[in-house]
């Protein structure tokens, strides 16, 4: 598949427009609600039968992880999850854009970019069922470890981005090599002075990042009305560097974007900032009741711009699956549910000294100190509860 980074040069109002309000007639789609394939004339993919059933089994498959989590939760299971429903198609175009030696910042909710790094599920449900602090090795899936101070990834991710580029591992043409970053956060977060001061590192430094914001219209009870009086994605010209909107809905459109947007890092072109326009269907974590500050009316008007069904409806309509492939996806999915479901009441509980454990990569004198004391107040207990 060819990528492109047209589109994301000088010619950038003219091309997404600053006219774009609430999606907009600029907003970047490849597919449309009712599963019309459209196309963009400056970032347009040719997609193949594979890929396209790929996307749609990572959506179904990551839409189980959420709701078991959240039945999980809901069963006293977990201490808490935040839910991802309806941002499935945000979620895997952008996961599914990225080469392996992209490295990812998550916030708290990035469930179905960390399935694409492939990080096993059950370690995001260990970090909500509070007996690790997210057992995954980033380095091993250039996956970071959930972020849950608001906007403090697009921080570490530019910082990270500035040492790549310093290790010369952005811009030399090999495609094995030349390497981005992603930061993803929300909208909410995009007030955050955290995102504002990596958008101003980012910009004077060309650092290879891609700020990733997920627009689901909820800062948990504050719309995105009064957060920003202009579109989020023009919040980057000012910054230097471009911005574009695309359907947050829309699998095809966010992948094409994304990997453009990534593909500019690698070339060693700077930050882009891609503002995927979704919508948040479920509750903002399961602590939250949504029914008290937003209207029904307006989920069931989202409901029909379900990712999953619309790429479900083009799937079907251009005989690229059957019933005999829906019924074993969802085979698997029940398999899957059944993984988490019995992995997670087998998690271990943590030992009181894992605490120490990863602290530092090397051990300093004053945690030696507190280990040691902590070790000897647990002897005082019977059994010493090691």
Known sequence: MPVTTAGFGPDLVEVFGPSQRDGGPDLIQLLTPEGERVHHPELDLDFSAEQLRGFYRDMVLTRRIDTEATALQRHGELGIWAQLLGQEAAQIGAGRALKKQDFVFPTYREHGVAYCKGVDPLNLLGLFRGVDHGAWDPNEN???????????????????????QRDGDVGTGDPDRDAAVIAHFGDGASSQGDVNEAFIFAASYNAPVVFFCQNNQWAISEPIERQSRIPLYQRALGFGFPGVRVDGNDVLATYAVTQAALQRAREGQGPTFVEAYTYRMGAHTTTDDPTRYRLNDDVEH?????????????????????????????????????????????LPDPKPMDMFDHVYAEETEELRVQREGFASYLETFEGGHH
Do not use: S
């Open 142 to 164: 250039n996956f970071g470890l959930y972020t849950i101070v608001i906007g403090a990834q697009a921080l570490h991710a530019t910082g990270y981005a500035m040492g790549i």
């Open 302 to 346: 989202w409901k029909l711009k379900d990712p999953i069904a619309r790429l479900e409806v083009y799937l079907r309509r251009n005989g690229l699956v059957d019933d005999a492939f829906v019924d074993e996806l969802k085979q698997e999915a029940d398999e899957l549910g059944h993984h988490l479901r019995e992995g997670c009441k087998a």
